[in-house]
């Protein structure tokens, strides 16, 4: 996944309005510091690709009630297990959802690349 959201920064790369975000699912062994060196390894740009943490509560009720990570067609999975979702989720200036792509899936990364620009037309207008 990291590599494709690499490739999809690549192709973003000198629009500002295009931004990332990457939430830890794993934030007690995430810390800030370490955040920012895994940013620094991947080539993340700064201002560009973002990588945030918190409580462990906090990251899990944002990815469950906003980006419904962790249903299976539509149905929820039990609270207590583990969150990390391969999904890659398009989200509009107005934090609508605005797709959802297979972050390993290389045909799913161009489907993304191409309906980014897709909304930042629908914005121009």
Not at 1 to 29: C, R, W, Y
Not at 90 to 110: F, H, Q, S
């Amino acid at each position: 996944m990291t590599s494709n959201m690499a490739k999809i920064q690549e192709a973003f790369k000198g629009d500002d309005k295009v931004l990332f975000l990457s939430h830890s699912v794993t934030p007690e062994k995430d810390s800030v510091a370490v955040l920012r060196e895994y940013a620094r390894s991947v080539g993340a740009i700064s201002g560009k690709w973002h990588f945030v943490t918190g409580p462990k509560e906090a990251i899990y009720t944002i990815a469950r009630k906003s980006y419904f990570a962790d249903e299976d067609l539509g149905q929820p999975v039990n609270d207590s297990n583990f969150l990390h979702s391969k999904n890659l989720i398009l989200v509009d200036k107005k934090r609508r959802i605005r797709g959802v792509y297979k972050g390993t899936m290389p045909l799913d990364v161009k489907r993304l690349i191409a309906d980014i620009s897709i909304l930042k037309l629908e914005y121009q207008q």
